[in-house]
Nanobody
Framework: QVQVVESGGGLVRAGDSLRLSCAYSGGPSIYQTAWFRQAPGKSRDFVSAITWIINNTYYADFVKGRFTISRDNAKNTFYLEMNSLKPEDTAVYYC???????????????????WGQGTQVTVSS
């Protein structure tokens, strides 16, 4: 049984940092993982992705220089380090796992096979 379990969300102030974690188990090998986020009343947006063999990373423009994605292959866990948080970063953050190579479609949610339950990140001004 596939499990994708997120942790690490919370309420912080602008300028603070948070680290999200996503642990995956029970399914096929990971090729690529990603983070998406969804603010109230908005669509789910791509945040960042990382491939697990060649360690390519991808970021949305609005998080470049502030967020860092990383992974621990041995633990089947990946992370999103979020620094210099802004109120507009407030959203539910979802982790996602793909068992195949997404090529240039790494930002498309439909390319991912398994999803976490979401964790709330709230940034106050």
């Amino acid at each position: 049984q596939v499990q994708v379990v997120e942790s690490g969300g919370g309420l912080v102030r602008a300028g603070d940092s948070l680290r999200l974690s996503c642990a995956y188990s029970g399914g096929p090998s990971i090729y690529q993982t990603a983070w998406f986020r969804q603010a109230p009343g908005k669509s789910r947006d791509f945040v960042s992705a990382i491939t697990w063999i060649i360690n390519n990373t991808y970021y949305a423009d609005f998080v470049k220089g502030r967020f860092t994605i990383s992974r621990d292959n041995a633990k089947n866990t990946f992370y999103l380090e979020m620094n210099s948080l802004k109120p507009e970063d407030t959203a539910v953050y979802y982790c996602a796992v793909s068992k195949t190579y997404t090529r240039s479609q790494y930002a498309e949610a439909v390319m991912y096979d398994y999803w976490g339950q979401g964790t709330q990140v709230t940034v106050s001004s």
